[in-house]
């Protein structure tokens, strides 16, 4: 009888040792749920980034599945007010803030926005996939769409017979980006050197729009992001001063040595010694992952060195690269 007695003591002991241990294993997922970060990023901003940010923010969801970002495409210029309102929590822009928009987020916030390098894009001038012309000095492209010809053309070239072309002839048909887009303003500063572009542009709210417009006709030229170039546009080669022709390719893109490359950005609000919020984290997290990179380049992008993610994960708090 004491044998049976004992059994059964060391029988409860074991039902209630399991019922503990199941009441931790509960609470530890309890506390794994607790800390999955969840809520709604709104982001605001560039045109350019629209497919980029979509494609990541369906990553995200994969990844985690309580955190959704709502997009709002509405170009580059419209990314510095909101943030500095407090209306986005995002804002990917095409271009650097200025100083007038990085003043006014210091000016509202105390601190200034944080920049985050997540991609490398250039423009590209686009003509017909048919036409003659292979390349332009950047004298020639700001005398083409500019009225100020700062980058010291002597005259302004408004005809294709201007460049020595049998054909087309006729009127130059320009085509670029809209005042609110990054692409506008880098295209002025790079190949304008900063100068005034001519009133009978074709300003228009996309790349997407520029690459139609100029595959429609031979007569047309025009500037578009590289994730936009169809196979109905040809992109030209620049030529440097030393004479050397630059194509928008992946390496030169990389480099900085193609003229108008640029870097992709995303502004945050972060106020100075905080960490980054959960959702924000993880954004940025998958951003500048092997998986966030790949899709960089699988759509048209020029993806980030290694040592420049290495460099932003270590900024950001980060932690090494994750697969």
């Given amino acids: 009888m004491r044998m049976i007695r004992l059994r059964r003591r060391h029988g409860g002991w074991a039902l209630i040792g399991a019922l503990a241990l199941a009441w931790l ?28 940010m979509l494609r990541w923010g369906e990553q ?9 970002l709502q997009l709002q495409v509405s170009g580059s210029a419209s990314a510095p007010p ?7 929590r995002l804002g990917p822009m095409s271009r650097p803030m200025t100083e007038a928009e990085r003043g006014a987020f210091v000016a509202r916030r105390g601190y200034p926005p944080l920049a985050v390098e997540v991609a490398r894009d250039a423009l590209a001038v686009v003509v017909h996939r ?4 292979e390349a332009l000095t950047l004298a020639q492209v700001d005398a083409i769409f500019s009225r100020t010809r700062r980058c010291g053309a002597e005259a302004a070239i408004t005809r294709w017979e201007q460049l020595g072309l049998e054909a087309p002839v ?10 609110a887009s990054g692409s506008y303003g880098l295209f002025r500063q790079r190949a304008l050197c900063v100068g005034e572009y001519r009133p009978r542009l074709n300003e228009h709210p996309g790349s997407a729009a520029v690459v139609a417009a100029v595959t429609e006709s031979r007569e047309a030229i025009g500037y578009a992001g590289l994730n936009h170039l169809t196979p109905g546009v040809k992109p030209l080669a620049l030529v440097d001063e030393q004479g050397r022709r630059q194509l928008p390719e992946v390496a030169p893109v990389r480099r900085g040595d193609y003229p108008l490359a640029r870097s992709l950005y995303l502004y945050l609000n972060l106020p100075p010694g905080e960490t980054l919020p959960g959702p924000e984290r993880a954004f940025l997290d998958l951003v500048l992952s092997a998986q966030g990179q790949a899709t960089v380049a699988e759509l048209g992008f020029v993806a980030l060195s290694e040592e420049m993610i290495a460099d932003q994960r270590r900024r950001l708090g980060l932690g090494a690269m994750a697969p």
């Fill in 25 to 52: 294993l509960s609470l530890q997922a309890v506390g794994a749920r607790a800390e999955e970060p969840v809520g709604t990023l709104g982001a605001l901003g560039s045109d350019t980034l629209a497919g980029l």
């Fill in 60 to 68: 995200l969801s994969d990844r985690h599945p309580g955190i959704r």
């Fill in 130 to 133: 048919h036409h003659p012309l």
């Fill in 170 to 179: 006729g009127r130059i048909a320009l085509h670029g980006r809209n005042l």
């Fill in 82 to 88: 909101a943030l500095t309102a407090g209306t986005t």
